[in-house]
Structure formats: C-alpha cells, structure tokens
C-alpha cells in the first residue's frame, strides 16, 4: 500500500500543515466506536487530541522511569477517596488523552464502564522531553479547557517541574491562570481540592 507524503509525515511524528484536502475529524464517540468495532487497538500508538488522531511520542528509558516515580510518590500522600492512575485514557470534551500520571476521585472500580472525565481529575502529569512542545501547548490548552485543577508537567529538558493551576477560558483560548516552576532543590505540594496533602522534593523525581 502506497503512503503519501503528508501520510508518512504524520506516522513519523513530525508536525505537518493540516491538508488541504477534505478530512473528518473525530468526536469522542466516533472514537469509541472505532476502538469498539477493532479498526483501533490499544496496541495502536495514536490519542485524540481535539479531535485528531495524534501520533503518541516515544518514550525514552529516563520517561519511563521518572513517570513510575511520580506515580509513586502521589500515591504515599493521597487521602483516602483519590487513586493514582498511569498512562491510562481520560475522556475530555473533544479528546481522549492518555497522560503519563492522573490522580482520580473514588476507586479503581468506579470506571469499569468509562473513563474518568473531568469532574473526577485532581490533576494531571506528563513528563516531557521530547514531548515538552506539545506537552505546553496542545495538551495545557485541552486541559485547561477541561477545567482540570492542577497540571505538571516533569520537565526533564530542563531539570524542573512545572506546575499549572487555576484553568480559563474555553476552546482554543483556554489556558492556565498561574504557572509556577519548581527547581530540584524545591519541594512541589500536592493539592487536591483548595487543601495541600503533601509534598515532594523535586530532585527525587528526575532522573
């Protein structure tokens, strides 16, 4: 099967203009249907973001393990009611997202029929090398918009943790009010609802 260029642009990852040509774009059930129906797996490395289907980024040995000691670390200080989720899909207004940790209302059972959304999200993080350019535009916007309290990203770039809070705006004016970035000899507060519930040291969770 022969692959246009613009085609093959898209499977390598590397931005491309949007094609002038007529395209469908996707909605959130559109989406479901196809995972549903098989014509997608959770094999296949793509999300819906605003309603494209996105190559995932690929994943260096670092991003891995910084995103297991994230994942850790929200879990020793969460109060009862909240569980840490990992690379898991969560369901927003126009997207399907799958970002690297989520801490999430209620209890792992409570989504045996659908994602968390939303109204279930503390907040959420991505950890960021070769993501860091989308991680702080596209993703940040679809968040925000989706009035997601707190967003970090893990910065591994530039040895830091960026800490997003108090989301505006809607659609493609949505971002976040406050950014705060915190340096490894920093500690970054967990806060779930307006209450802090603990903290970690940022140097612990960088390579």
Known sequence: MSVSPGADRLVRGVD???PTDFVCRLSVDQYHQMLQAGILTEDDPLELLDGWLVPKMMK???HRVVTELVRKGLEQN???GWFVS???PITLPTSEPEPDV???RGQLRDYLARHPGPKDLAMVVEVADVSLHRDRTTKKRLYAEAG???YWIVNLVDSRIEVYSDPAGGSDSA???NRRDFTPSEAVFIVIGQKSV???KVESLLP
């Open 16 to 18: 491309a203009a949007v």
């Open 60 to 62: 260096n040995p670092s």
């Open 78 to 80: 969460l109060p009862a």
């Open 86 to 88: 990992s690379q898991d």
């Open 102 to 104: 989520a801490v999430v």
């Open 148 to 150: 997601i309290p707190f």
């Open 175 to 177: 971002d976040y009010r």
């Open 198 to 200: 603990g903290a970690l």
